[in-house]
């Protein structure tokens, strides 16, 4: 288990891997039908012209190649910002292929959102549903003024559905006001109407996802959290240390607050807990992407930290000892008298042997509370 994976401020129940992956597969088998219907237009299966379809696989080609690397390379497939990318690239693709091929790639248009089912993320969806729509009111009308969208096929093919619409025959002067006027109302108007409807039901579907998610993390941060100070609890430390298989160094702080049973005894509980308030605040003010703070009793607690030196979580300790001081002073003129004494210890070297380092650090913090004392 790694660092990350334990995060309560940052908790992922289903990481973006799957889903880019499931992109990423998409993708590359649309392409494959792509050469598949490319192969067949080159024996005359298909009427298409062939030099456009040339032109437009190989573009094809370049846009989809970026959305199936990212997803597919490891390094990148659980990047955050991959499914924008990814959902804006589907969406380039389908735009393009739509202008090209008109309706041969009708269904295209609805691609993007499609592949927004699964993420789970309202933005996503919304680059989906722009997308989407874009390509249905503007892939026609510039098929149309390249060429493509001018042809005898299309016209007839309206002719045939409403009955209502003549086919001109392509070496006749055309009337472009007809021409655009019969693409928005047979075809840009219904179809947009049918994706906006289509986008507003993933708008719904993805908010409501987002709100199990959101119970779902609320539920793991009950379960892992300390919630008198934030941290991770003990229980989470256990299930931390019983999975460990990464190997890499880490530094080890091991804390104790002092005369917290004579606080509680002669001030009361309340004070107690400002005491482990404070003190949890001072490990929490030094943690980063790097570290995780853990309170594993009622006043001791823990920072695992990954680093490459011992000198590193020295400055880490130097840090936590800092932000103590600044918020006791914060505190002084509020709660008289009381100030937030912490005894600590570390050690560093390699997570495998992480239990061995607490001890290490404990008893080094025993140490010096003993010649505190003294």
């Known amino acids: 288990m790694k660092l990350k994976d334990l995060k309560v401020s940052n908790i992922t129940i289903e990481t973006d891997r799957k889903p880019n992956l499931i992109t990423a597969i998409s993708i590359s088998t649309l392409i494959l039908v792509d050469l598949m219907v490319l192969l067949f237009n080159e024996l005359d299966v298909f009427k298409i012209d062939k030099v456009t379809m040339r032109i437009c696989m190989i573009v094809a080609l370049i846009i989809a190649a970026a959305p199936i690397i990212l997803c597919f390379y490891k390094k990148t497939s659980d990047k955050p910002w991959v499914k924008f990318l990814s959902i804006s690239l589907v969406s380039a693709l389908s735009f393009f292929e739509y202008t090209i091929l008109n309706l041969h790639a009708t269904m295209l248009v609805v691609l993007p959102l499609i592949l927004s089912t699964q993420y ?16 249905s009111l503007f892939a026609p009308l510039i098929g149309y003024g390249v060429g493509f969208w001018g042809q005898d096929n299309f016209f007839s093919y309206l002719a045939a559905i409403f009955q209502n619409v003549t086919s001109t025959p392509s070496e006749a002067p055309r009337d472009a006001g007809k021409d655009l006027i019969e693409i928005f109302m047979f075809l840009e108007l219904p179809m947009t109407l049918i994706i906006g409807t289509f986008s507003l039901i993933m708008f719904f579907v993805a908010k409501n996802n987002i709100i199990g998610l959101q119970s779902q993390q609320n539920y793991l941060r009950l379960s892992r959290e300390d919630k008198l100070t934030g941290l991770l609890n003990q229980s989470c430390y256990q299930e931390y240390i019983s999975q460990i298989e990464d190997d890499f160094n880490v530094g080890i702080i091991f804390f104790d607050i002092n005369k917290m049973k004579e606080t509680n005894d002669t001030k009361g509980h309340i004070y107690g807990d400002l005491l482990i308030s ?14 995780l703070g853990f309170r594993i009793g009622g006043d ?20 936590r000892k800092n932000s103590l001081h600044s918020i006791n002073l914060e505190n002084k003129e509020k709660f ?7 005894a600590s210890g570390y050690s560093f070297g390699n997570i495998k042997n992480i239990q061995a380092l607490v001890r290490e650090a404990d008893e080094f913090m025993y140490k010096t509370k003993q010649n505190i004392s003294r």
């Open 278 to 291: 404070r003190s949890a605040k001072s490990i929490l003010d030094v943690l980063d992407d790097k570290s």
């Open 336 to 342: 008289i008298g009381l100030e937030c004494d912490v």
């Open 120 to 135: 789970k993320n309202k933005t996503v969806t919304l680059i989906a549903t722009i997308g989407s729509i874009s390509a």
């Open 300 to 319: 001791e607690f823990l920072l695992i930290a990954v680093v490459d030196s011992i000198d590193e979580i020295i400055k880490i300790q130097e840090k």
